[in-house]
């Protein structure tokens, strides 16, 4: 008996879509929709396989690879990874806002620019008609017809490299403040623009000194209000985003009260980078962060980023790790003047140091007397944690 030869599997229509094959130029409006359609497919089975911790040698990955190619499977990790980056713990909605900012001066034409609480009203909107279509038994898909989803441009990195640029102008009737005036070499950053990637390293000692004298300006260029309310899709509104990175890049401690002010603005889209940034300054910056925190009458996302920042600052360093330790414990144990968000955030932080035990009656004592915001952290969820290294334990 003969073998019957096996046929090779028939890709579907949609993996023999003609503009993936050279990338040049925009694909047809057709085409569009089924790389789209592609993508989306891509991004659900490549999420489950991050989900369950598969290995690049995975063969379930290997056959993602086969089936959608190279270019889309590294497409598809970026913009999974760029979508669960997240700066910082207290000022997600400062990370949001950015990322809006970002789509819209880029495919924005023709729709409306929205305020930081006007989007996040469109978002409520947008997850309750999510949830009714979830109610639903014939289960349609939300897609970026959505109306609210074309409104805030929900999506877009699905489609940000096949789409072509929908640049919006400044409309007649925008306001903002006149930005201030600066010179060389810091005026170059005010034509970097949207590229977030773009930055100094100043490792010629040379240039270091050079900037460095021109840290008070790059204070004032991160806190111009000109620039952070100006237009998304003009170069120079993007300019205060690259000024707190100089700062950071040049170890500018001093600037670190004045950058604090970031987190108290009405559309603010940038004090989420400020951890890392105020840690990058160096042991010189302590100080200042302690201050902020230890000031009551300071905003809550200003003190709780402050933390965040000493959290940073414990890396690879026991002696710093022991010292943030105790000033949390300190404050936890404050029952007199305490805010129980805070309190949420410097016991994450606590846990994130794995210096739960260290503290632990503090810790206890403030979720026994109401002084922690279970929103932010509940005591079970450390019992969680304790059980899953219990578990590893025994099984060693």
Known sequence: ????????????????????????GYPSPEEREKIIRL????????????????QPEDPRVRGLFKKYGKDELLRAERVFREGMESPSRVADDAR????????????????????????DELYDEYARQYRDILDREDMPAINDENKV????????????????????????????????????PIDELLEWGDNLKKHHDFEE????????????????????????????????????????????????????PALAELADLENDWLSDHLPHIWADMGREVEPCLWMILETSSASLKRRSLAAEGLYRMTD????????????????????????????????????????????????????????????IITPEFLEEDDNIFDEVDDDD
């Open 1 to 24: 008996m003969s073998k019957r030869k096996r046929l090779p599997e028939k890709q579907t229509e949609d993996h023999q879509i003609e503009w993936l094959k050279h990338r040049t």
């Open 39 to 54: 993508r989306k497919e891509l991004s659900f089975e490549f999420i489950k396989l991050m989900l369950l911790n598969a």
């Open 96 to 119: 949001s806002y950015r990322d809006y900012r970002l789509r819209y001066s880029r495919f924005g034409a023709g729709l409306k620019f929205y305020a930081s609480n006007e989007m």
């Open 149 to 184: 989803g074309k409104l805030l441009l929900i999506g877009w990195r699905e489609w940000d490299d096949i789409t072509p640029p929908a640049i919006p102008a400044r409309p007649a009737d925008f306001n903002a403040p006149s930005p201030a005036s600066y010179h060389a």
């Open 205 to 256: 000692e040379g240039e270091y000194s050079r900037w460095k004298k021109h840290i008070p300006a790059l204070t004032r260029m991160a806190l111009d209000t000109g620039l952070l309310n100006g237009w998304p899709s003009e170069s120079a509104s993007w300019a205060p985003w690259h000024a707190i990175h100089a700062l950071g890049n040049l170890r500018a401690w001093e600037s670190a």
């Open 316 to 375: 690879d360093n026991d002696v710093m790790t022991k010292k943030v330790t105790r000033g949390f414990e300190k404050i936890l144990q404050n029952a007199t003047t305490f805010n129980p968000t805070l309190n949420g955030y410097l016991i994450s932080f606590l846990d994130d140091m794995e210096a739960v035990d260290d503290v632990g009656d503090a810790i206890d004592s403030a979720f026994e007397g109401e002084r922690v915001d279970l929103d």
